[in-house]
């Protein structure tokens, strides 16, 4: 198990010498750039370092078109204080994201250009122009267009993408950066982790806690932050739980309610952009049935099996198909490993750890909204540009050995 181990320095030192490291490594940069307070510290560090060697950086910035005003006003204050040393790439594309609360339209895609006239805010005039990105296809999925650009960037050249994680948000976070091999890091740089041949993530702030974030603000203030967070400080947000992402997906849901005391005028344009905003942000922070949290009860006279699908049977016929593959693909499973009959139910405690199968937990999976039942263990799965890529990169290659050999 991986242990942390402390030594003389401080956080922002190490920060500071990984980025310098990584400069002096690796032929080309780009920073992965939200607006929020983590990314917005690192993007001020790796950004002096580029201004200290007189070398510009990709900014990517992936517009997800719900955002609060603050952050779209802090995301231009950054472009013009660091616009010597940024090559922009303010991506606003067609893209494919969880909405967690309906199940009437359980995906929204991002600046859908057949729904312009509901969309959160316009277009801003630095967006890039999409003919560039000859990867992309409209609809596809968000993680996917942030892998498939970095390998766009990198275009066969070493290429290092600077990404604003820290390890003290989130068991997952942490496990994602310590548990990892050799071969899969650069270097041997425990807070590196490879993407591709030529292509590597790096987390210069990932041994950061929230306080240190603040410590930093407070430090240098004269660095812009954005002020939604203040906001949120006033009301009464603890700093632990502030969080900037697309308000609909299964976690960002929770944070829903701020919108409307916040930022109201922005509240109104995300209750009309999809199915399900105002009941989503009444009832998510409760418990039991509503949302599926902690503690589950099945109506009297049902079996969880039965209440699975009376469940089913009240959605709308394409999510309840796409939940009933999703359920097949599961039960199959664990038929294969022995179970001939799914059990109604298991010690809560086995089921919490994905230990054993039951109907209950597809039932749980159901009240959550978990679309791509994560619940169950299962994955979300990619499009075919990933695949179209692969393609392009290899039309490319074959074009430039052409070139080369007239």
Known sequence: MATKVYNSKTVLQASRERISDVFDNFEKIYISFSGGKDSSVMSHLVLQEAKKRNRKVGFLIIDLEAQYNDTIIHIEHMIEIYKDYIDLHWVCAELLLRNAVSNYEPRWVCWDESKKDVWVREKPTLAADLSKYDFYVPKMEFEEFMVIFGEWYAKDVTTAAFIGIRADESLHRYRAIVSRKDGLMYNNWKWTTKVSSKLYNIYPIYDWKTEDIWIFHGKYNYLPHNKVYDKMMMAGVKISQQRLCQPYGDDQRKGLWLYHILEPETWYKLVARVNGVNSGALYIQENG?????????????????????????????????????????????????????????????????????????????????????KGLGQTQPFSDAYGKFKEIKKKRKIEESLTINI
């Open 289 to 373: 049935n509503i949302t599926g949290y902690n503690k589950i009860t099945k109506p009297e006279g049902h079996t969880w099996q039965s209440f699975c699908n009376l469940l089913l049977s009240t959605m709308p016929k394409k999510t309840s198909e796409h939940y009933r593959e999703r359920f097949i693909k599961f039960i199959k499973g664990w038929q294969d490993r022995g179970y001939l009959k799914i059990p109604d139910e298991a010690p809560e405690d086995l089921e919490s750890k994905c230990w054993v199968p039951s109907w209950r937990r597809m039932c749980k999976v159901i009240l959550r909204n978990d679309y791509w039942c």
